[in-house]
């Protein structure tokens, strides 16, 4: 069993619409966990991290994390088309332990 | 300049050829990074530098090679690469350990012939 799993997607949805992502990891002893978002031809952009289970919103963002189900979620709201990218998961024990572990990556295209 | 600068953007090399990718970050951290991106994989860590000193080596094989001289600037040597080499090469750097959050390159997209 892989410690994270993303669905690959491709995800595609119309301009305006909520976008959900997610991942699912087995280790329950993961201590932050983040989303990144990649466009073709870059590195991953760090959009939002957390340290603790709930919401967390930034904007059109909510990052969601349930340790309970081992389940994170990122919601997009008002979808534009310049969301279009991948997205990846990620995860670790220890802040100070140089060792995230990311997702595979959903990528997601928004149609105007 | 700002963030993280990688060198170059793009790279074909030939199996027998010696290359190196040049990364830059520009943002006061302390530790560095370099990360293979293939197709539909997540990334792989492969090696590690916090304050110019190895941390991590993800069982990389010996044919890629690297080298931290100051915590601005991380090299990664190639030599006799194999066609399953090629891949994104993705530079990254951050405070502490990376818990919140890594500054990435744009990368070097890396094929071999």
């Known amino acids: 069993q892989k410690e994270v799993e993303q669905d690959p997607g491709p995800l595609s949805v119309p301009e305006g619409a909520i976008v959900s992502l997610n991942c699912t990891y087995s280790n329950s002893a993961f201590q932050y966990f983040m989303w990144y978002r990649q466009y073709s031809r870059k590195g991953p952009e760090l959009l939002m991290y957390?340290?603790?289970?709930g919401n967390k919103e930034d904007g059109r963002f909510t990052a969601q994390v349930d340790k309970s189900s081992k389940y994170i979620s990122l919601f997009i709201r008002d979808s534009q088309p310049s969301d279009s990218a991948t997205y990846l998961c990620?995860?670790?024990?220890?802040?100070?332990?140089?060792?995230?572990?990311f997702g595979a990556g959903t990528r997601l295209f928004v149609k105007a | 300049e700002t963030g993280v600068t990688q060198t170059p953007r793009h790279l074909v090399m030939g199996m027998t050829n010696k290359k190196s990718l040049k990364c830059e970050q520009h943002?006061?951290?302390?530790?560095m990074y370099w990360y293979k991106q293939s197709a539909k994989k997540p990334l792989e860590l492969m090696f590690v530098y916090s304050l110019e000193e190895r941390v991590e080596n993800n069982s990389v094989p010996s044919r890629f090679s690297p080298e931290c001289p100051n915590s601005s600037h991380l090299f990664l040597h190639l030599h006799t690469l194999q066609p399953e080499d090629s891949a994104l090469y993705l530079c990254?750097?951050?405070?502490?350990?990376?818990?919140?959050?890594?500054?990435f390159g744009s990368g070097t997209r890396l094929t071999v012939v």
């Open positions: 943002l006061g951290h302390n530790a």
């Open positions: 957390t340290y603790s289970s």
């Open positions: 990254a750097s951050s405070q502490r350990g990376g818990g919140e959050g890594y500054t």
């Open positions: 990620a995860m670790g024990l220890d802040t100070g332990g140089f060792k995230t572990i």
